[in-house]
């Protein structure tokens, strides 16, 4: 059984820093691709960034030059680095991996969500 954990989400004000954590455990090989994805009350869930297993990134346009992602393949680990912080970012977000499980199998898991909340 694999899961994600997310952590590192809470309060600040606008303008403010917070770095989430998500971390995979279980049954696992290897990670392929992993990000983070937010999703509003009543609307889609949208994509904020990915990093491939070779590091390669990509953002979404509203949160480029604010927010960086890096992973920790060692600790089968992915970060989100937010600066900058503006009360439009406050939602819930979502951890994601495509994982290699120990059959060769390959699923996409989600975490549970961690809250960011950005007062102006």
């Known amino acids: 059984q694999v899961q994600l954990v997310e952590s590192g989400g809470g309060a600040v004000q606008a303008g403010g820093s917070l770095r989430l954590s998500c971390a995979a455990s279980?049954?696992?090989?290897?990670?392929?691709?992993m990000g983070w994805y937010r999703q509003a009350p009543g609307k889609q869930r949208e994509l904020v960034a990915t990093i491939t297993g070779g590091g390669s990134t990509n953002y979404a346009d509203s949160v480029k030059g604010r927010f960086t992602i890096s992973r920790d393949n060692a600790k089968n680990t992915v970060y989100l680095q937010m600066n900058s912080l503006k009360p439009e970012d406050t939602t819930v977000y979502y951890c994601?991996?495509?994982?290699?499980?120990?059959?060769?199998?390959?699923?996409?898991?989600w975490g549970k969500g961690t809250l960011v909340t950005v007062s102006s």
């Open positions: 279980g049954r696992i090989l290897s990670i392929n691709a």
């Open positions: 994601n991996a495509a994982i290699v499980n120990r059959d060769y199998s390959v699923m996409n898991y």
